[in-house]
Structure formats: structure tokens, C-alpha cells
């Protein structure tokens, strides 16, 4: 996202994380005069306050994201997911920040763990906060929905890659599990699109392909070489998902298709209770909702030819001395 933004013509970038290592690492990787870095916490109404005056746009990224850890620590998810997020919240809103966009996932769609709750509730302080604004506040606030990012924190491929070159098997919980696939570079499209596109209380995704992980352990054997490392099956983990959803079935019924993205708009109505009791909507949900079950699953080919457009995954074949 970083060398996306200093790519541009803007004059001055913050970064503001309570984590001095990654900090200090990103100020030695970009050496850029134009990075400013805050040390602070979202759950610090104050500190968030003070970063954010005379910025012009945000992306909002700060989470506890792992699915176990939040099951376990739950009152620590809604800290930092719901209340840390109102402060960026109500911070862009006093700081007249033009456009916010909070990172939100696909785990906040009819959510089964304490980290998909969090992120919903995330998902509706910032759209009440938009339904209060109006569409003519100076103050844009929009959510971007995603599953996990390929070979970031969160994703299976490091763990797999790792496993394949100390010769331990690659462990997978479900075989018939699936997800999306959606690298780096797509993600951060997702967020600029949305500076450039939203209307208040959006929220967008980008549509996406899938596969299941025995799909995705097959093709990270071929591109590692080892197309008969084993494999061993050890069970769900706490708060996992079959299957990952972008969009509930009754979101697509008034989803907008925009190409590669999907707009989820608010739903403005006040309220007024004539309206929740006596004069409902009357569309109902008829579209399926838009899920890693639902979505065209990719060809092992494809799998394949998307991992080796990887930096991270040409880094390790290099390091494992595979040829190109």
C-alpha cells in the first residue's frame, strides 16, 4: 500500500502503529522524507486525534486479525476491532478528514467467531457514523471487505512453504475447505478504488476467484518442487469457516456490479418506525450469497501461474535453488 501511495503525488504519508520495529524497518526499506511515523494505539481516542489532523484520507488497518487469538481474547478483538475503530471514526469526522476507509473482512459476513463478530460491529459503527453524516458531510466514510491476503499474515501459503522446504507434511485442517485468492496488489486496488468511488456508507469487494486448500497445498507442492510432499489432515481450529463470504445473499440483492468490484450500499433510512413495522422493504433476498462455495474455483493451472506472480513466492524458489 505504501509504494502504491508514494507513487502518487502526495506530499506527505503518516504511518501510526504502536509497533516501533515494523516502523523502523519500513523507515529503512522506503527511505522516503515524505513517511511520517506516529507511535500510538487506536484504542487511545487522543493519540488518534492528534495523527490524524490535517489528513486528508485514511485507511483504517489496525486489528487483532487472527481468528484463534480473538476466540480466546475476546474483550482484547472488541478493544482494538470496535472501539479502537470508532476513535478513527470520530477522529477523521472532527479532523474533517475527506474520505475513510476502514479494512474490514470477509469474516464480519454472518460471523461464527469472536474476530468476524468484532469486525461487523466495526462494519456497523462506521455506517451508523455514515448514516448520521449524510451524503453531503465532509466526511466520506466506506468499508472494503476481503479474506485473507495471499502470503500475508494470515495466509496458509508461508506456513505450506515452510513446511515443504524443513521436509515436515503440510498440515491442512479441511480438505474440502475453500477461499479466495486474492493477492497483494488486487487488495490495495480495492482500497484505492474505493477513495476514488465510494459514497457514504459503502461498502466494496472485489469479486475473486477460489479454490479449496488441498486445491492450493497441491499447487504450492508443484511450485516448490515437491509434487509428492505429504500431506496430513489435523482438524478445525477454533472459529473456523468452511468457506469465506464477501456478501450475504441479501447484500447481493442490492449490491451494484461496478466490473471488478461489487458496491454494497447503505441502507439510509432513519429510524422511523412506520417504516421497520408497517413499511418494509419489499425486495427480499433471492441472489446467493457471494462466497468461496459459490465463486468459479480455479484450474490447476491457474493456481499455479497466480502463486509463481508472487515476489515472495519466486524469493523462496530461488532460496529452495529452484530454476526459473
Request: charged share 25%; hydrophobic share 40%.
Amino acid at each position: 500500500m505504501l509504494s502504491r501511495v508514494l507513487g502518487t503525488d502526495a506530499s506527505e504519508v503518516r504511518v501510526f502503529s504502536r509497533d516501533e520495529e515494523k516502523q523502523d524497518a519500513m523507515r529503512h526499506l522506503f527511505r522516503d522524507d515524505r513517511v511520517r511515523y506516529y507511535i500510538g494505539d487506536v484504542r487511545d481516542r487522543e493519540s488518534v486525534l492528534h495523527a490524524t489532523r490535517g489528513v486528508t484520507r485514511i485507511f483504517h488497518a489496525a486489528a487483532l486479525k487472527q481468528v484463534p487469538s480473538c476466540e480466546f481474547f475476546p474483550m482484547e478483538a472488541i478493544r482494538t476491532n470496535v472501539v479502537g475503530s470508532e476513535n478513527v471514526i470520530r477522529a477523521s469526522i472532527a479532523n474533517g478528514v475527506s474520505s475513510l476507509v476502514c479494512l474490514s473482512t470477509d469474516k464480519a459476513v454472518m460471523p461464527v467467531n469472536a474476530m468476524g463478530m468484532s469486525k461487523a460491529l466495526m462494519e456497523k459503527a462506521a455506517r451508523a457514523a455514515a448514516r448520521e453524516l449524510g451524503p453531503d458531510a465532509r466526511t466520506t466514510i466506506s468499508c472494503v471487505r476481503y479474506g485473507n491476503v495471499m502470503y500475508s499474515r494470515g495466509s496458509v501459503i508461508p506456513l505450506f512453504i515452510s513446511q515443504v522446504r524443513s521436509g515436515r507434511p503440510i498440515t491442512i485442517t479441511e480438505p474440502s475447505m475453500t477461499r479466495f485468492l486474492m493477492p497483494l496488489r488486487d487488495s490495495v486496488s480495492l482500497v484505492l478504488f474505493a477513495f476514488e468511488q465510494a459514497r457514504q456508507g459503502d461498502i466494496f469487494i472485489r469479486k475473486a476467484a477460489a479454490s479449496t486448500i488441498t486445491e492450493l497445498a497441491d499447487a504450492v507442492r508443484r511450485v516448490m518442487g515437491a509434487p509428492d510432499h505429504p500431506v496430513e489432515v489435523i482438524g478445525w481450529r477454533h472459529g473456523e469457516k468452511l468457506y469465506e463470504s464477501l456478501a450475504s445473499g441479501r447484500e447481493m440483492v442490492e449490491s451494484e456490479d461496478m466490473g471488478d468490484y461489487f458496491r454494497l450500499p447503505l441502507d439510509a433510512r432513519r429510524l422511523n418506525y412506520a417504516k421497520y413495522f408497517s413499511q418494509g422493504a419489499s425486495s427480499v433476498a433471492e441472489e446467493p450469497e457471494y462466497s468461496s462455495h459459490t465463486v468459479e474455483r480455479m484450474s490447476p493451472d491457474a493456481l499455479e501461474a497466480l502463486l509463481l506472480s508472487l515476489d515472495e513466492v519466486q524469493e523462496q524458489r530461488r532460496e529452495a535453488g529452484i530454476a526459473p
